[in-house]
């Protein structure tokens, strides 16, 4: 099948807690390039934040989307040139998830190892929003006619059912090529950041230990304070690359001074080959001191003045809208509501 249509990349991120290191390297750094290469649209996905865990919680919500928001141009979205929203904002997200509900199977849905991880062992009490996330998150793509998404590898998966579903539709409606094929763009090595803690967990939100993580709020004492503090086991740095196998914590800590800083681990690791790692430490704290602080500090200042924070969202909301409102248009007219 030919595809015809103009690069543009959608991505997003759930409004649930604050946001850390591992989103910023495995995600943001990477938008934030994007943005040279194509047009952009970037989205705080609140309406995938009700299936779980921010369901009954309207306080917290409202504040998570200004802190989501407000870390993305913290990072270096430019809101002037992506088009940066809330999902809920957007009506065609909902309409268009609700004819891909109708397009993919139960079986497809079936077989997504999310919500088999999300809902756990009581699937009866995970709400319905929960299994039909992934069909949301097709529609959230290709009401754009997105082509490629910036994703880690735990959403590969949502990607390819965003794939099977527009197939399914282009060809179960005989409309060839309406609706893209799109394309993952899974971030390079090193993007992928583990715990401080624990060198074979994922850095994560949820993680009881604040010490396993650094927040894109922690001020710079605090960034210093978690990398010198990072476990790491006894050895010295290794001599090459080969030696961090088996090493999960010596190998994060130089995943992460690689990916803050754009060198390539071999050269990091030829620089510091046989030293301890209570030097390479304090570099490290260094570097991620000088990305991440500023990062930290626009987004208080940002977060300060929420009635232009929420300005930004409501004109980006009017941009995407214009983009999304002809497409469902269209679809609905292929499905045969003719209005
Ligand atoms: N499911 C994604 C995640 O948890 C978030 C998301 C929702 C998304 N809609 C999207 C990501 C569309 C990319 C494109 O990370």
């Known amino acids: 099948m030919s595809n015809t249509h103009k690069p543009l990349v959608f991505s997003g991120m759930q409004p649930t807690n604050t946001l850390h290191l591992g989103n910023y390297l495995g995600a943001l750094k990477n938008w934030v390039k994007l943005q040279d290469q ?29 802190e989501v928001a407000a870390a993305y141009i913290a990072a270096g979205v430019d809101p002037k040139k992506s088009v940066l929203f809330q999902q809920s904002a957007v009506p065609a997200h909902a309409e268009l998830a609700w004819i891909f509900n109708c397009v993919a199977r139960l079986g497809w849905a079936d077989r997504m190892t999310q919500f088999k991880e999300k809902a756990g062992k009581h699937k009866e009490r995970a709400s319905v929003g929960l299994y039909t996330y992934p069909m949301l998150m097709a529609a959230d793509i290709l009401v754009y006619k997105a082509t490629h998404v910036p994703v880690g590898e735990d959403q590969k998966q949502h990607l390819e059912l965003t794939r099977d579903v527009a197939q399914k539709f282009n060809n179960d409606y005989n409309v060839e090529d309406f609706f893209p094929l799109t394309e993952p763009v899974i971030m390079g090595a090193g993007t992928r950041v583990m715990s401080l803690r624990d060198g074979a967990k994922k850095m994560s939100k949820s993680d009881d230990s604040d010490m396993s993580r650094i927040n894109l709020t922690d001020d710079a004492d605090m960034v210093a304070q978690k990398i010198r503090k990072a476990r790491t ?30 060198i390539p ?64 248009a269209e679809a609905k007219k292929i499905v045969g509501f003719s209005h």
């Open 265 to 328: 681990r071999a050269e990091i690791i030829a620089r510091f080959a046989g030293q301890q790692f209570s030097g390479f430490k304090n570099e490290l704290a260094d570097i991620a001191v000088a990305k991440i602080a500023p990062i930290a500090t626009r987004m208080r200042e940002l977060l300060a003045d929420p009635a232009e924070l929420d300005r930004i969202l409501k004109d980006g909301a009017l941009r995407a809208a214009a983009i999304a409102d002809p497409i469902v």
């Open 233 to 262: 086991d006894p050895n010295p740095l290794p001599e090459n690359e080969k030696g961090l196998e088996g090493r999960p914590e010596a190998e994060n800590l130089i995943n992460i001074y690689s990916a803050l800083s754009d």
């Open 38 to 66: 194509m047009p952009c649209i970037y989205c705080v996905v609140d309406m995938h934040a009700i299936t779980a865990v921010a369901y009954g919680k309207p306080d917290e919500l409202r504040t998570a989307v200004r």
